[in-house]
Structure formats: structure tokens, C-alpha cells
């Protein structure tokens, strides 16, 4: 297998200090005098290698959304077929659960952005889809009589207390909220189980 390319690695490199710039400082305060610092690079090398802002912005909707499909297919690999939505939930909020804070900031801050960019939109909702989608099959599997629309409430909920948990990490909250929202996650799979 040849190796990637250098343009290619330096790519990755520079979304990946874009990532980290607007999970720091937001899509608007990411800018290329930032970004090129964050990746030690000169800031003309942003344009050649990711174009201009809009196509930069493009560039990083991508990227995010692969790093999340990448995330995705990691918790699908490590869930076994029989997982239970307690398994699910263990799995979500597990410590070292391996999800970088900084792609759910940056999801958040391309979902503002939708209205200026609105070819974000549906790979944005596409992957977000996604992540339902699995969550629901792995509930709906579970708890095989429970109706679509409890399935769909519960795959809501604990998806929203999963998004909330990055989404509160610019704070530096105690980490007694993980444990938390992870409980008020259990608790509302609970509900499905318990109709078993």
C-alpha cells in the first residue's frame, strides 16, 4: 500500500488545528493567522492546501463528519449483536470512551453556520442520522416490543444527554456530571428494559 501523500498528511494536520481553533475559539474566531499557528505552518499554506474560507469550512465539515462515521463504526465494532441498551449507555459514557470533545464543539458551531452554508446541511444531518439510527437498532433489538415511538424518545434523550456532555466541556464541569447524565441516560433505558 503506497504511502499518503505529503499534501495529504499536511492536510490532516491543518483540520485538525482548525478542529482544534473552533472548538476553541468558535467558527468565526478560528482564524488563519490561528490556524496556521496551531499547525506550524505559514498562513499562505491554508489557502494551497484547503482553499479558501468557504472551501476551508467545507473541508472541515468533512472532516468532522468522517471522524464521526469513524466513531461510529468503532462503537459498532465494540458493541456485541445481543448489546442491551444498558450496554449502549455503558459504552457512550464509558471514562475513556476514546470521543474527542472537540468534534461535537465543532459539529455544534457548523450547525450555527448552517444558514450562511447551507450545503452543510445534509451531511450534517446525514451523519447525525446515523448516530440515531444506531442507537435505535440497538434499543429497538433490545427491546423488541416497545413501540417506535418510545424507541424514538429514548434514542432522542439519550442522544441529548450524550451531545450535552461535549457540549459542557469548554466549562470544565466536575466530573461528577459525567457520572450523571450517564445515571439520567441509564435511567431512560431503563424504561425500555423494564417493559420487557
Not at 57 to 65: G, K, M, N, P
Not at 87 to 106: C, I, K, N, Q
Not at 134 to 154: E, F, H, Q, T
Request: glycine share 6%; net charge negative; hydrophobic share 45%.
Amino acid at each position: 500500500m503506497p504511502r499518503p501523500s505529503l499534501k495529504d498528511q499536511r492536510s490532516q494536520e491543518i483540520l485538525d488545528a482548525y478542529l482544534s481553533c473552533v472548538a476553541r475559539f468558535g467558527l468565526e474566531g478560528a482564524t488563519q493567522a490561528r490556524i496556521a499557528e496551531e499547525a506550524g505552518v505559514k498562513r499562505p499554506l491554508l489557502r494551497h492546501y484547503l482553499g479558501n474560507k468557504d472551501e476551508m469550512i467545507t473541508a472541515l465539515a468533512d472532516y468532522v463528519v468522517a471522524a464521526f462515521a469513524e466513531s461510529l463504526d468503532g462503537l459498532r465494532e465494540a458493541l456485541p449483536n445481543g448489546a442491551t441498551p444498558s450496554d449502549l449507555v455503558d459504552m457512550l459514557f464509558a471514562d475513556e470512551s476514546g470521543t474527542d470533545p472537540r468534534l461535537m464543539l465543532v459539529y455544534q458551531a457548523l450547525v450555527t453556520a448552517v444558514p450562511d452554508y447551507p450545503d452543510l446541511r445534509q451531511d450534517l444531518m446525514d451523519s447525525l442520522t446515523g448516530f440515531f439510527d444506531m442507537v435505535g437498532d440497538i434499543l429497538k433489538r433490545a427491546s423488541p416490543d416497545a413501540s417506535d415511538v418510545n424507541i424514538r424518545a429514548v434514542t432522542q434523550g439519550i442522544s441529548a444527554i450524550f451531545v450535552s456532555m461535549d457540549a459542557l466541556s469548554p466549562l470544565d464541569p466536575p466530573a461528577i456530571w459525567r457520572a450523571e447524565l450517564k445515571l439520567a441516560a441509564s435511567l431512560l433505558a431503563s424504561t425500555l428494559e423494564a417493559a420487557r
